[in-house]
């Protein structure tokens, strides 16, 4: 039989007793604060966060999930993953699901499309992790979203936009090159390929020196040689005939910037070669024309001057003056020509999209005016000029290349101007449109019309003087008159040259500043965060690198690196730390420390105490 408890086992139970009830309160009082912090940060989090069922019903969801999808709580706790998402996408939660079932994984970082209540797509980044009883099955998900849509949205604009650029500059008519300091070709763009008849990669690191006639080698590598031993950067209008690969020959005007280093050594070339055949052939045709009719007021002259010797002297002034204006003439043939020209988007139904200044100059209508419209909706074209779009847009649409065409267009003023208008089909932001590039060849048409008349009326004098030989006197003071108004045509003309060359200078250095330069200033006002910020400032800083030498900045060390290798380089260069680059990139810190071994690996300083950002500043 046992004994009874003692008073003082009695009171140790009772003590133990409380002490074990004051351990459980505070347990309780730990776990409904601990609770109590979850809720808060449930609730309040920037990003939206919901409690997933291993079934995909969205069993809790916080304050940012509703303003993200436009649901209340009540609604959202009502659905499953997939009643919001797109249908495209809602094979990814599903998956992720039966995965963390399995064991396969426990947490994942995923894209998702979703539809908001308002029936537009939101972009979202989802992280999910997976919650697990004691006995290691799984009880529910948690998943973090972030509102992803701008930042998707900007990515789309920035590769329509790069499209954009690449289609204007592939489809310039002229050849844009680069040359190492050996005087290899280290870049070129496509029309390239039909200037020459090469391949791109059999252009690629050739001698610039072997597309040169061997005629004009000698000349061209004394400008080149020159250049370099004075250090002198732009070469404008040098002229020479250039080989195809077919054997051909083709007269080339080319403008080049040539860069040195902070010792004054040459690095590289860039430039631009336009082909010149036809000007030159109208220019030979021109002075061929002017010579014969030279020989022929000449042998008039002769004959006049033995009837009368009074106006010898007056006739050998004239041919003087004329000898003037012809060494006044060819000097101006070898500077550099060029016309503004205009270019503008329109679709396969000739409704414009899209132009630029000199498109505006040329019509007379703002932009504004235009896009949206259809020209044949417009007073643009005459019937004739209606009739060449059409014929134009169904050879395109048949995938033909179209030729150049002659246009009159219809100016907002009521002027009509002559146009050269040469259409490429491009493909921007998966829609084809017709690449319009119009050059104003009104002054062209006026000054052959004059040529003509000229030519007409010096023909006219010539015959008049042949039946007037008894008029001596009287036909001597009309060939004076004669002329000195040929004399004032061939004046007006070369004015008129030395005009349009100064006007092309001054609308080259300004085009870029008028087009380019005021959108990035207008995205730095605009409402950016700090990551767009920095981009928008990285590109700004590049635009004004390729305005100050009209083609690429980076020098040809880089083109050993990757692609990703190059971004990172290009951050270093503009001062980006390792996590400001980290966070810009999406990776991490270390990762971004081996895009930096590597690159000091490939530029050759990996075992110099060299700082890497001061390095690829002094090597642009």
């Not at 998702?112 to 006995?135: A, L, N, P």
């Not at 002229?239 to 910037?257: C, T």
């Not at 030979?284 to 106006?311: D, G, K, P, S, Y």
Request: hydrophobic content about 35%.
């Amino acid at each position: 039989m046992s004994s009874k408890p003692t008073y003082e086992d009695l009171g140790k139970k009772v003590k133990a007793l409380e002490q074990e009830v004051a351990k459980r309160k505070r347990a309780e009082e730990s776990l409904r604060e601990s609770e109590e912090r979850f809720r808060l940060a449930f609730e309040n989090a920037n990003d939206g966060v919901c409690l997933v069922g291993t079934d995909g019903n969205l069993v809790r969801v916080n304050n940012r999930m509703c303003n993200i999808f436009g649901y209340s709580k009540k609604e959202l706790e009502s659905m499953t993953v997939n009643d919001i998402a797109y249908p495209e996408d809602k094979d990814i939660s599903s998956k992720f699901i039966e995965k963390s079932i399995s064991g396969e994984v426990e947490n994942t970082v995923f894209e998702k499309r979703y539809f908001h209540k308002q029936g537009h797509i939101i972009c979202g980044q989802v992280s999910s992790s997976t919650i697990k009883d004691v006995k290691g099955n799984p009880l529910y998900f948690i998943s973090h979203v972030q509102d992803i849509t701008r930042r998707k949205q900007a990515e789309k604009k920035m590769l329509e936009s790069e499209e954009k650029y690449r289609n204007l500059l592939e489809n310039l008519p002229d050849v844009i090159y680069s040359l190492d300091k050996n005087a290899k070709v280290t870049a070129v763009n496509l029309p390239a390929t039909s200037f020459f008849g090469y391949k791109t990669d059999e252009i690629l690191g050739k001698n610039f020196s072997i597309f040169i006639h061997p005629e004009d080698k000698e000349r061209t590598g004394m400008s080149f040689l020159e250049a370099i031993e004075t250090r002198r950067e732009w070469t404008r209008g040098l002229q020479f005939r250039g080989i195809a690969k077919d054997g051909s020959v083709h007269w080339m005007e080319l403008n080049s910037h040539m860069q040195f280093d902070e010792d004054g050594n040459y690095k590289k070339e860039e430039g631009v070669l336009r082909d010149i055949d036809n000007r030159k052939k109208a220019e030979e045709a021109f002075q061929r024309i002017h010579q014969e009719l030279e020989e022929r007021i000449e042998a008039r002259t002769a004959e006049l001057v033995r009837v009368n010797q009074q106006l010898s002297q007056e006739i050998k002034e004239r041919e003087q003056a004329d000898k003037e204006l012809k060494n006044s003439q060819e000097r101006l043939n070898i500077m550099f020509e060029y016309a503004p020209d205009a270019y503008y988007l329109n679709d396969l139904n000739a409704v414009f999209i899209d132009g630029n200044r000199a498109a505006e100059k040329l019509t007379g209508y703002d932009k504004h005016e235009l896009i949206g419209k259809n020209y044949f909706d417009l007073d643009l074209l005459d019937e004739e000029g209606k009739m060449k779009s059409l014929q134009l847009i169904a050879k395109i649409k048949a995938g033909q290349s179209p030729e150049a065409e002659e246009y009159r267009i219809k100016k907002k003023c009521g002027q009509i101007v002559h146009v050269e208008i040469n259409s490429f089909l491009t493909n921007i932001g998966g829609k084809d449109l017709i690449l319009g590039i119009a050059r104003d060849i009104t002054d062209r048409k006026e000054t052959e019309k004059k040529l003509r008349m000229a030519h007409e009326r010096l023909e006219l004098r010539v015959k008049e003087r042949t039946l007037e030989l008894e008029e001596i006197n009287k036909e001597l003071e009309v060939q004076k008159t004669n002329l000195e108004d040929a004399n004032t045509a061939l004046k007006v003309l070369l004015k008129k040259r030395d005009e349009d060359r100064i006007e092309v200078e001054e609308r080259i250095l300004a085009n870029f500043k008028e087009l380019v330069m005021p959108l990035t200033d207008r995205l730095k006002e605009s409402r950016l965060d700090e990551r767009q910020k920095t981009w928008v400032d990285i590109l700004d800083n590049n635009l004004r690198d390729i305005v100050s030498s009209f083609s690429h900045k980076l020098s040809s060390k880089f083109w050993g690196l990757t692609s990703q290798e190059f971004q990172v380089a290009n951050f270093v260069k503009n001062e980006k730390t390792t996590k400001e680059i980290a966070n810009l990139l999406g990776v991490a810190t270390s990762t971004v420390d081996t895009y930096r071994n590597n690159i000091r690996r490939k530029l050759g300083i990996k075992s110099k105490k060299i700082n890497l950002k001061t390095y690829l500043s002094g090597i642009e």
